[in-house]
């Protein structure tokens, strides 16, 4: 298995341009997260999705958006970048709300 | 809402030696999780040792235990003989058990660096 994936790794935008950020996982886990790492703070969450086809709003969603049309893809969409969302965001999933969260390798955004 | 707060930035220990990372974290609730995570360079998240709060018995893996103070809102990590790989962050995190409140609250995190 390969856990779950992202790309890209890195990214460089300029105010005002649109990107998603993929993920995907090979595990069959129905609970997929975004979080935000903004510098020498922990993760906020962004968005959730219980399931395929079910979304929800985290802590701190304003800005973003996702989808979820299958159970291995969860992408995060931004629509009109700002230097504000300038910060590593992780994709995790797991098999149930009390269950470890298995978190990818991270996507570090640097808009501009 | 729930806060969690890791008020050591950096702490450093001897190769071999024993260190407590602490966490404390306010809540109305009654039952929830709590859960230490370990972040290394790679910046990926690796989850280290978890507790349920309706478990009085302090959770334990490998070199990794907690001290888990459920009245004081307490739960400290402590890692024995520690190793050169255990270089990292540690972020100390808090669950509602709450089913559909999904939210898992980070602390800000302890840079942990091991002296050779």
């Known amino acids: 298995n390969a856990g779950v994936t992202q790309t890209p790794k890195f990214r460089i935008l300029k105010i005002g341009q649109s990107m998603t950020l993929q993920c995907t996982q090979d595990m069959n886990h129905n609970y997929m997260y975004w979080y935000r790492q903004d510098p020498g703070m922990g993760l906020k969450l962004i968005y959730y999705?219980?399931?395929?086809?079910?979304?929800d709003k985290g802590e701190v969603p304003n800005g973003y958006n996702v989808s979820r049309s299958t159970t291995e893809d969860f992408p995060l969409r931004l629509e009109l970048a700002a230097p504000s969302q300038t910060s590593v965001y992780f994709c995790?999933?797991?098999?149930?709300?009390?269950?470890?969260?298995?978190f990818g390798p991270g996507t570090r955004l640097t808009v501009l | 809402a729930q806060t969690v707060t890791q008020s050591q930035p950096e702490m450093s220990v001897q190769e071999a030696e024993t260190v407590t990372l602490s966490c404390t974290y306010d809540t109305s609730e009654s039952d929830y999780y709590l859960f230490w995570y370990k972040q290394p360079p790679s910046r990926q998240m690796i989850l280290v040792i978890r507790q349920e709060a309706y478990k009085q018995q302090n959770a334990t893996e490998n070199r990794f235990s907690v001290n888990f103070q459920k009245a004081a809102k307490s739960f400290s990590l402590k890692i024995s003989d520690s190793q050169l790989g255990d270089a990292a962050m540690y972020f100390c995190a808090y669950r509602s058990a709450d089913f559909g409140n999904e939210k898992l609250t980070f602390g800000t995190g302890t840079r942990l660096t091991i002296i050779p």
């Open positions: 995790a999933s797991n098999t149930g709300p009390y269950n470890e969260q298995f």
């Open positions: 999705s219980v399931g395929a086809g079910i979304t």
